[in-house]
């Protein structure tokens, strides 16, 4: 295992509803980026968080936002949900910006009905 | 833009035989990581090698190898001396070297057979 950890393991929503993910990062590593990971499908970036701040965004609507907080764990947030965003959530740590090697969680598997 | 390319989507492979799987990737950048992950059935991805651009030697760790291709934009991975536990989805991925955002191949199945 990495050591990093994610909650909750399973959920279900409702399309239009909105929900908050939780990462928690491995010790000592304040970056941490999020994917979604749809079925059969590789990850897709959605944004990264370094020491409190947004770093990176990938192409996916302003309805997916997220935080970082003092201790580096992370949420990331999805509102007005759709049907497609239905998939696998996924963050990653690593031990600084300047470091490549990143450290993945097991996942969040949401399914929007 | 960034693209990453893996054309098989699904391998198989005999216990203890080795095996290929193929990547290419698209980029302007002189400078840049590329990766492969393992993810198993049901657990969690996991860094299997990594190699860096401006590094000719192809990197190793143990069974796994890379035979990196810069003016080709290629980056296979060999798996010698398969394991049954090597079954899992092999994702190839690249990150420019400002360590911004990771981007991911679709994916190779990879099953092997007792």
């Known amino acids: 295992e990495t050591g990093v950890t994610q909650s909750p393991t399973h959920l279900i929503k409702t399309r239009g509803q909105q929900v908050t993910l939780r990462c928690s990062s491995q010790s000592g590593h304040n970056t941490v980026s999020w994917y979604q990971q749809a079925l059969g499908q590789g990850p897709q970036f959605i944004f990264q968080?370094?020491?409190?701040?947004?770093?990176g965004r990938g192409n996916f609507p302003p309805r997916f936002s997220g935080l970082q907080f003092p201790n580096y764990s992370s949420e990331l947030n999805v509102n007005a949900l759709e049907l497609d965003d239905s998939a696998l959530y996924l963050c990653a740590s690593r031990i600084g910006g300047n470091q490549e090697t990143q450290y993945f969680g097991p996942g969040t598997r949401l399914l929007v009905l | 833009a960034q693209t990453v390319t893996q054309s098989q989507p699904e391998m198989s492979v005999q216990e203890a035989e080795t095996v290929t799987l193929s990547c290419t990737y698209d980029?302007?950048?002189?400078?840049?990581?590329l990766f492969w992950y393992k993810q198993p059935p049901s657990r969690q991805m996991i860094l299997v090698i990594r190699?860096?651009?401006?590094?000719?030697q192809n990197a190793t760790e143990n069974r796994f190898s890379v035979n990196f291709q810069k003016a080709a934009k290629s980056f296979s991975l060999k798996i010698s001396d398969s394991q049954l536990g090597d079954t899992a989805m092999y994702f190839c991925?690249?990150?420019?070297?400002?360590?911004?955002?990771?981007?991911f191949g679709p994916g190779t199945s990879l099953s092997v057979i007792p």
């Open positions: 991925a690249f990150m420019k070297h400002d360590y911004d955002k990771v981007i």
């Open positions: 968080y370094y020491r409190e701040e947004e770093n």
């Open positions: 980029t302007s950048e002189n400078n840049y990581y």
């Open positions: 190699q860096e651009a401006y590094k000719q």
